[in-house]
């Protein structure tokens, strides 16, 4: 019953704090670990084999580093007191959750873009997408919103929720070390799974092992998302059709499901420094992408969260009967 508590409080301690501005986050731990390899990497490590097998050491120890010192930590506070170690439990797995963050970042964007301030959507989107800014229109600035906060409700919200639901179902282990472990596979993602120089053989492993660890919950989010759009044969039907044709192995998917449940397209030319990238398009342009389209996105993810973890808490109260 222990897991059961940790999971419902620990969402909704995202819910309402979110990860406040300065405040100690494992993220931030794990990123300055990542920093830190990278650089002696990059002085020892010169040829190709000696990076991936560098990459394949940073991959392995920092995902299942940061499950084991999670469960230490929170061992550790056990034993000074019962209540305490859950307190920290809930702390560290809201820690891995990120919908909030998501919320207030794509509010940061919209503000000023509702008030006519083209300019200012701008520059602050440039502190979310890797894109260019520069010279978005407003349809491109809502699009870039969009994708970001469909690709990232699987990374960021739901692979970890599944993580955790796992890890709750798994004696003595419980939700917070699996998603501490998940989000280490995520960050290192983020920051070295690029195919580009000069993390092209450093992160190889990193961004496969992310893609492996993503597929299952990336497929359950969307077969969740085709159940709450009322239209579930459409929703899989177009993943079908457009998803696969995503380089990436599961952002596709994610995306053209929300696309689809919302009836609008994602997708199209990008600019990455100056030069022009085009990404495939999912989901048909029936209504333009608008910012209510942005709230029911993430309408879809909120109820998507609330389905899982009502679903994990009815099986946890039978198990435990």
């Known amino acids: ?46 040829n190709p084999l000696t990076q991936r097998l560098a990459g394949i050491f940073l991959g392995i120890s920092l995902i299942i580093g940061s499950g084991i010192v999670g469960y230490l930590i929170i061992q550790t506070a056990k034993s000074l007191h019962p209540l305490l ?30 008030l006519g301030k083209i300019q200012d959507a701008r520059s602050t989107l440039s502190n979310y997408v890797g894109r260019d800014t520069e010279n978005l229109t407003e349809s491109e600035i809502l699009r870039a919103i969009l994708e970001t906060v469909t690709e990232n409700a699987v990374d960021g919200v739901m692979a ?21 472990a998940y989000k280490a596979s995520s960050t290192l993602d983020s920051m070295v799974g690029y195919r580009q120089a000069p993390y092209t053989d450093l992160g190889w492993f990193s961004a496969r092992l992310e893609d492996g660890l993503t597929w299952v919950p990336c497929r359950l989010t969307v077969i969740t998302i085709a159940l709450l759009s009322s239209k579930p044969l459409h929703v899989i039907r177009i993943c079908q059709r457009d998803a696969p044709n995503d380089p990436s192995l599961n952002s596709g998917w994610s995306e053209c499901a929300y696309a689809a449940a919302l009836n609008v397209q994602l997708g199209g030319t990008n600019w990455y420094r100056g030069v022009a990238k085009h990404k495939p398009l999912l989901g ?22 609330l389905l899982w973890l009502g679903i994990t808490t009815l099986l946890l109260i039978a198990i435990n009967k």
């Open 85 to 114: 170690g859950i307190a920290v439990e809930i702390i560290l797995l809201a820690s891995c959750f990120a919908a909030k963050s998501l919320r207030v970042a794509a509010q940061t964007v919209l503000q000023p873009l509702t």
């Open 284 to 305: 048909d342009a029936t209504h333009p992408i608008t910012s209510a389209s942005i709230d029911q996105a993430f309408q879809l993810t909120r109820y998507c969260f």
């Open 1 to 46: 019953m222990t897991s059961m508590i940790v999971l419902i409080l620990a969402a909704y301690l995202d819910y309402i704090i979110g990860d406040p501005w300065g405040w100690p986050h494992p993220v931030r731990v794990m990123g300055w670990i990542i920093s830190r390899f990278c650089k002696f990497a990059f002085i020892y490590c010169q």
């Open 160 to 180: 970890p929720l599944f993580y955790a639901i796992v890890g709750a179902f798994v004696p003595f282990i419980g939700p917070v070390p699996l998603a501490l």
